[in-house]
């Protein structure tokens, strides 16, 4: 049976074998998307400055 400690390892694990696959540029900025049990958020990543382009959250009052 898998504990949780090395389930969260495992999960480290996978996030940083796709995260070396897939990278932003200027050109084509990467979209990174965050879903909590209330909200999402997103942010466009420029991965060759190390510069986050724009955020959103559906926090936010004026969503639509």
Known sequence: MTT???RGAMRRKR???IRLRITG???RPRLSVFRSAKY???QVI???NGRT???????EA???
């Open 62 to 64: 004026d969503l639509g």
């Open 4 to 6: 949780i400690r090395s």
């Open 46 to 48: 420029d991965d060759s």
């Open 25 to 27: 540029s200027a050109e």
């Open 40 to 42: 999402i958020y997103a």
């Open 53 to 59: 382009l724009a955020a959103a959250s559906s926090r």
């Open 15 to 17: 996030h940083e074998r």
